[in-house]
């Protein structure tokens, strides 16, 4: 009851008409933001802290404005994912792999209509943990250890052989390049350079947005390149401009179960978006794929990381506000500019500013629904760029991706590294070689190895850290579980196959 | 007219996209950031720059840059080589900059650069979890020196960088032999190390104070030592090393640099604009918000300071086993 109060004083809060006019401004800049190419979440909310200051507007506005343009973001993001196969941001790579074939088929509008409601599902659910649960499941998340951490990781990375691809040993090449791209840089414990060719561009590591950016979208201006030469290209036939309901209602249990994943990843500070989805696409395709239809445009491939992703970023807030911990890139940003507000995010500042956290609890509910009608009428007006003929398209997806990927660190080099990626993109589709593993390996290998190294220096090199937690046992009798399933169903399927086989013949 | 209409769309985007690139003319004044948006160098530049702004102190705004990379080596060494005579540049450093140069990890040495103002100072302190038997600073010492490797230490930086450095100096005085043997774990920040202390992953913390303040305040940490040379008017309560025999002070300090062709003149101007800024009241308020102590030292003072700290931590790194 005293928390139904208090939402209902933040609603108040969130009401006045500043509050709402920066919130829909918030909304739209950043399903802008999210769906371009390089720009994601980080840039859009630092770019916009100048303006909270020149405006002079306090804590709860600029927190509301900067919250909406994140949320927008993690809306957005998808939208490229679909129509283009090229993410917007990086926990939007999983919604390549089945939207994206749904929009081949057609079926644009109703992936569009799917991965929106889905971003609200999971975006509303876990608005609802962070207002009940969120000094709660700080209080928990603190239990979970550098050891425990790294068991989650390989938890992840044993589920990715069955993410994507008609060859699972291609996949699994394509996570150890990403994986072995990820040592490059500074190593985290010594500081000692790591194939980094004495640049000091690579110190700090390949920037996985830089090489999400040249696999997909510049390897994709080269495979166009190659087609147009051979022969004209044709238009993807748009089915439906308007999405069908019906599709939408029966994707629901796989956005809540892609919800629950996401959350839980969310909230653990080492965890994070791109986590949340990814481990949502798997756990929803042990689930439902019976027919082997995920990864040929399943509308539950869209929902499940749509739902995850959404939920993890909302889930992320929690660890933000009531421990100060940042969970990704974004909320470091609003950490910082909550800290330049005079606001001392931890554990006090529930009881302290009651004020600014609810009202910026009550704020995202109504973004979610800003986005939610902000995003299906523009369905229409997106699957129309998919009869775009490419020739014009893209070029311009050319030039905002030179210019997004130069705006994040306004350094040449990275535009060089793009370009190299691009080629690497290139050729490794010509082998039919998924990239999403490699961007999985390259993003989520430096938080692993982090974690390894760190329970390595706790445990002064003893290995027997990794399985002396409950948590970290836990986590690896699922990773077996996941493993066994995937044999059995693979054994299961080959004689399936084979019987079937038999009776044709 | 479908066409048309997309076309002003995509435009759209590509106009909203070269806005976030905050192109402005060349004259403006520029702050670089050489990180990702959201940490200490970070805050520098945008409440320098707002300041400058509001204070009139700088022509219309300033432009603020991330230039991430080698904990500021890639921003250093694009100015050596490309900027080291634009008067409008400044760079954001720090404590950490001056670590990283002492053990030779930047591309060239101190002197590539001119040093302008250091305007305000993060304290180091050593913390533990409110539960722990450690209760003082002498406790701490006591069980490092039985055993170096009893307690397992964390803060925000790798081995050799400073919130290591700062723990090994306490531990150093307090006569601990084989300083190698303490056992130092990374995390990406203070809270986080923080964090997993109350998780009982670790036992102590030593990282600037400004970032876990809202700990020390909930009760939740146990604070045993702030290394200044004052209490810190903010947590009075907080005993310094020094009043406890450990003869340390660790401060993590926030200032500025800027090219090394820069003119004397110039340079004199940056140093008595920023010392104005410093004595604002808006300065003040936004250092001591945001957990800093205010501090002033510019201009020839500063370019010593920095030389003789850089000498300090070199001394130290050798003395630690960081380099050779």
């Known amino acids: ?505 | 007219m479908i066409f048309r209409k997309l076309t002003t769309a995509k435009l759209a985007a590509v106009t909203a996209a070269a806005v976030t690139m905050t192109a402005a003319p060349a004259t403006a004044n520029e702050c670089i950031a050489p990180s990702n948006p959201g940490g200490g160098w970070d805050f520098t530049c945008r409440t320098i720059g707002r300041i400058l702004t509001e204070l009139d102190l700088v022509d219309g705004n300033v432009q603020i840059t991330n230039m991430p990379g080698g904990v500021g080596a890639v921003t250093f060494a694009m100015v050596a080589a490309e900027r080291s005579d634009d008067a409008d540049l400044i760079v954001a450093t720090s404590t950490v900059g001056i670590t990283q140069i002492a053990q030779g990890r930047y591309p060239a040495p101190l002197d590539t650069m001119r040093y302008l103002a250091m305007l305000g100072a993060d304290v180091g302190v050593i913390a533990v979890d409110d539960e722990s038997p450690i209760e003082s600073l002498a406790d701490l010492n006591e069980a490092m020196a039985a055993d170096p490797t009893a307690l397992v230490t964390a803060g925000s930086s790798g081995a050799g960088g400073w919130d290591h450095i700062r723990l090994l100096m306490v531990a150093d005085e307090a006569g601990v032999e084989d300083l190698s043997a303490i056992r130092w774990v990374q995390f990406d920040g203070g809270t986080d190390a923080v964090t997993q202390m109350m998780g009982g992953q670790i036992d102590v913390v030593s990282t600037d104070l400004g970032e876990i303040a809202g700990f020390v305040e909930s009760g939740d940490i146990r604070v045993l030592a702030a290394l200044s040379d004052e209490p810190i008017p903010a947590f009075p309560d907080i005993p310094t090393a020094i009043s406890q025999g450990v003869d340390v002070t660790g401060y993590n300090w926030r200032g500025l640099y800027t090219g090394g062709d820069v003119s004397d003149e110039e340079y004199a101007s940056w140093v008595d604009r920023l010392e104005t800024l410093y004595n604002s009241d808006e300065w003040q308020e936004a250092a001591t918000a945001s957990g800093l102590v205010p501090i002033w030292r510019g201009g020839a003072e500063f370019e010593a300071f920095v030389r003789e700290q850089a000498d300090v931590m070199e001394q130290i790194s050798r003395d630690i086993g960081v380099i050779e």
């Open chain 1, 1 to 505: 009851m005293e928390i139904l109060s208090l939402l209902g004083q933040g609603f108040v809060v969130a009401s006045t008409p500043l509050n709402i006019a920066l919130l829909l401004m918030g909304c739209f800049i950043g399903t802008l933001l999210g769906a371009l190419p390089g720009l994601g979440p980080v840039n859009g909310v630092a770019v916009l802290i100048p303006l909270t200051f020149t405006f002079g507007f306090d804590a709860t506005s600029s927190m509301i404005l900067l919250c909406a343009v994140y949320f927008g973001c993690m809306y957005g993001g998808r939208i490229s994912s679909i129509l283009l196969n090229i993410p917007g941001d990086e926990p939007a790579i999983m919604t390549t792999l089945d939207g994206y074939p749904m929009a081949v088929q057609g079926q644009a509008a109703n992936a569009l209509a799917i991965s929106g409601v889905a971003s609200f599902v999971g975006a509303t659910i876990a608005v609802i943990g962070l207002s009940l649960f969120a000094p709660i499941l700080a209080r928990a998340a603190i239990h979970f250890g550098p050891a425990d951490y790294f068991a989650l990781y390989i938890l992840a990375f044993a589920t990715i052989g069955g993410i994507a691809g008609v060859d699972p040993r291609k996949t699994l090449l394509s996570a150890l390049i990403g994986l072995m791209l990820a040592t490059v840089g500074l190593d985290p414990i010594s500081g000692v350079p790591r194939y980094t060719f004495d640049s000091f561009h690579l110190y700090d590591g390949i920037e996985p947005i830089v090489a999400l950016v040249g696999l997909f979208a510049i390897s994709e201006i080269l495979m166009l390149l190659e087609k147009t030469f051979k022969d004209r290209p044709k238009a993807i036939p748009v089915g439906s401009w308007l999405p069908q309901w019906g599709a939408i209602w029966r994707t629901r249990w796989a956005m809540l179960r892609g919800s629950g994943v996401g959350f839980v990843a969310g909230v653990l500070p080492g965890a994070g978006a791109s986590l949340g989805s990814f481990m949502a696409y798997v756990a929803e395709k042990q689930t439902s794929n019976k027919k082997g239809t995920f990864g040929k445009g399943d509308p539950r491939g869209v929902a499940a990381p749509e739902a995850g992703n959404n939920a993890a970023s909302g889930g992320a807030l929690i660890p933000m506000l009531s421990l100060g911990v940042p969970g990704s890139g974004t909320t470091a940003v609003l950490l910082a500019m909550l800290i330049s507000l005079n606001v001392q995010p931890g554990p006090l500042l529930f009881e302290r500013q009651p004020d600014l956290v609810w009202g910026l609890v009550a704020s995202l509910y109504m973004a979610n629904v800003a986005l939610l009608i902000l995003n299906l009428p523009m369905i229409g007006i997106f699957t129309r760029l998919m009869m775009t003929p490419t020739w014009a398209l893209m070029p311009i997806v050319a030039a905002v991706t030179f210019v997004g990927v130069y705006g994040i660190s306004n350094s040449v080099f990275d535009l060089e590294m793009m370009v190299f990626f691009g080629v690497i993109g290139y050729l490794l589709r010509k082998f039919d070689v998924s990239l999403v593993p490699l961007v999985l390996g390259l993003l989520l290998g430096g938080d692993m190895e982090r974690n390894l190294r760190r329970a390595m220096s706790i445990s002064d090199g003893d290995w027997s850290i990794l399985v002396a937690s409950p948590i970290s046992i836990g986590l690896y009798i699922l990773t077996v579980f996941f493993l066994a399933l995937s044999v059995w169903l693979a054994v299961r399927d080959h004689r399936q196959t084979k019987s079937e086989r038999l009776t044709e013949g």
